[in-house]
């Protein structure tokens, strides 16, 4: 469906939706009306953090009691209507998620889970035992509407249904910024999106608040709505779980699938508290809802919206793209990309030292990584860190790119001591690194891995459209520049391994690095493949990039990089041109062999052999 077919159908549902109370005074219908409203602006809220960034939250449903809170309160002191002060709910609410997410920083998966479970109990507590400020156990009361019985809910109603509008536009605006960019790469691969310059913890500090605001407003007015706020049953499990569900069944981290998924759900919520009433409905109801989530994550993994729209692709027969190769036309740098030579001493000296290691070593339990590895990457060589599996090489790099702190040691780039910096720093500082098997953002396209990229923090910008003309102008050419021109609009999960590496590679050029870390470049991928990524090191080098390169392909290895840094159980044990290593005893019997020949090296892997 286009743009403009999206829009109409949607004004035409609100539009409906905004008669019903007109032409029916059925209270009943309204009374269901309003209530799948706020699942849905909790669904819709819910989906933000949950669905776009991946992290499941199972306190959403302490927002509304947050928001409920906020507002009574307020109104019952200052003697204003509660929709009045509703704004100042999803401030609160707002406040809270900021200050969680503050809290749970690095926590992921369950852990994030758990969190805000003890939220949501932990708020439910304290509006429970501070009886100044909420009444406690006994409740508080609200003051009942002031307008005529009868409108009888119409403000209710129509809030809430502006909220919902409010809710979705906020989705959509998100899902079409750099925000939305940034936490969808989140989702796919936190650690990898840190690496490409996603501040990440302000990401998802802003998603978490995006998340919360709108439900806390919707706290307030459904606070007033019910008139009577009671802790149990604001700050209860049961609503954080169907507002989960709500946003499974319907779609989760698409804009509609929470709304059409809280108007299924909704609907069979009323029909349950109806008919299983009295003391055994709680249970009835979890047993239910917990079936029918076993069920929708069986049957419906990805939400009925993306089936659907799956489903509608194949009838219509969309062509796959078949993806195999690359095109191997020789390209330029960009222009870009092109720095100046790194600079040399006027006396000959040796390039200053870009990016060193000193002493550094990585435990792992009993399990000693690194073990005092010390060496340093001169400003414009491509290096190469060579050595047997398991002797140390992708752990330093994951201690040169922050991605491990190291139990000892220093690490120091262009002169500044970055031991204690963090990935996105580093890579702001223009640090690059790809790793052994290539980590893309399989949810989007090529073009957006690769413009996803961004080389500097700017608050302002994030609200801005996910990829401006100049990024994706920059990004496909570089998706050239690597012979994956063709491929621009496909997804990154349907890519094969070897482009994978090579869209890896454009996206680290996208930070317009000084230094690039490849980790196994050529391994498990073609002949061809090989020699045209090694031509296009050497081109980048040329034009001022320096490299640090993990390698086994010992022809690719010893006729591109000088020097040859080689590494053994942790330590190096050679640090020199590729000739004097290749023959080095300690480096033939720890790692290359006795009978090691090195061939003709003097021939460049670009070239023919
Ligand atoms: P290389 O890249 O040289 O093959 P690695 O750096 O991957 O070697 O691994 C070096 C040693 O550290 C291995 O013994 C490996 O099992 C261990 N190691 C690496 N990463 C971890 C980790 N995250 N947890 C535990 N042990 C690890
Ligand atoms: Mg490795």
Not at 82 to 92: E, H, I, K, T
Request: with cysteine.
């Amino acid at each position: 469906m286009n743009r403009a077919a999206k829009l109409s159908l949607a004004a035409l549902g609100v539009t409906l939706l905004a008669l019903v109370p007109v032409v029916s005074g059925n209270i009943y219908l309204q009374n269901l009306l309003i209530m799948t409203f706020l699942l849905a602006v909790l669904a819709s809220g819910w989906n933000i953090i949950g669905g776009y960034a991946g992290y499941i939250s199972l306190g959403h449903s302490a927002f509304i009691g947050v928001g409920a809170y906020t507002a009574g309160i307020l109104a019952n002191r200052w003697g204003v209507s509660p929709l009045v002060v509703a704004p100042l709910g999803g401030v609160a609410a707002a406040l809270i998620a900021l200050s969680l997410s503050l809290v749970t920083g690095r926590t992921r998966g369950a852990a994030f889970v758990i969190v805000t479970f003890a939220m949501l109990e932990l708020l439910g507590l304290v509006a429970t035992n501070w009886p100044g400020l909420t009444g406690g156990a006994d409740g508080l009361v609200l003051p009942l509407p002031s307008w005529s019985v009868d409108i009888q809910n119409w403000p209710f109603y129509y809030a809430l249904l502006l909220l919902v509008v409010l809710s979705v536009l906020m989705s959509i605006a998100i899902k079409r910024s750099k925000l939305g960019l940034g936490l969808v790469a989140i989702r796919d691969d936190e650690d990898k999106a840190a690496g490409i310059g996603v501040t990440t913890p302000v990401y998802k500090a802003i998603a978490f608040m995006a998340s919360a605001v709108l439900v806390g407003v919707a706290g307030s007015v459904y606070g007033y709505y019910v008139s009577y706020l009671d802790t149990s049953a604001l700050f209860d499990i049961t609503l954080s779980v169907e507002v989960v569900l709500a946003a499974l069944i319907g779609g989760r981290g698409t804009v509609w699938g929470p709304v059409l998924g809280a108007a299924i759900l909704q609907p069979l919520i009323e029909v349950t508290n109806s008919s299983f009433g009295g003391a055994s409905a709680g249970a009835v109801r979890l047993l239910l809802f917990g079936g029918l989530l076993v069920a929708v994550a069986l049957l419906l993994p990805r939400g009925l919206l993306p089936e659907l729209e799956r489903l509608a692709r194949r009838i219509l027969r969309h062509r796959e793209p078949s993806l195999t190769g690359a095109r191997l036309a020789d390209r330029p740098v960009p222009e870009f990309l092109r720095r100046s030579a790194p600079p040399v001493a006027a006396d000959g000296t040796a390039p200053p030292s870009l990016l060193s290691v000193a002493g550094v070593s990585k435990r792992f339990g009993g399990v000693k990584a690194l073990d005092g590895a010390s060496f340093s990457v001169r400003a414009g060589s491509i290096t190469a860190l060579i050595g047997p599996n398991g002797s140390g090489k992708t752990t330093l790099f994951n201690v040169m790119d922050g991605t491990y702190r190291a139990s000892a040691g220093e690490v120091r780039l262009a002169g500044d001591d970055i031991t204690e910096w963090s990935r996105t720093r580093r890579a702001f500082a223009g640090m690059g690194r790809t790793y052994q098997l290539p980590r893309l953002f399989d949810s989007l396209s090529v073009l957006e891995n690769v413009a996803a990229v961004t080389d500097e923090f700017r608050l302002r910008t994030l609200l801005a459209s996910a990829v401006s003309g100049a990024e994706a102008e920059r990004a496909t050419e570089l998706l050239e520049f690597v012979g994956l021109g063709d491929y621009v609009d496909a997804r990154a999960s349907e890519l094969s391994y070897g482009q994978r590496k090579l869209v890896e590679l454009a996206q680290v050029l996208m930070l317009d690095p000084a230094v690039i870390l490849l980790d196994e470049p050529a391994a498990g991928i073609n002949p061809t493949l090989i020699r045209r990524l090694a031509g296009l090191i050497r081109s980048l080098n040329e034009t001022g990039r320096t490299f640090v390169i993990v390698e086994h392909d010992m022809h690719f290895v010893l006729s591109l990089c000088d020097p040859v840094v080689v590494l053994s159980r942790g330590t190096v044990i050679a640090d020199d041109g590729p000739q004097a290593v290749s023959s080095d005893p300690a480096v033939l019997e720890a790692y290359l062999g006795d009978d090691f020949v090195a061939e003709d090296i003097d021939a460049p892997v670009g070239a023919a052999r």
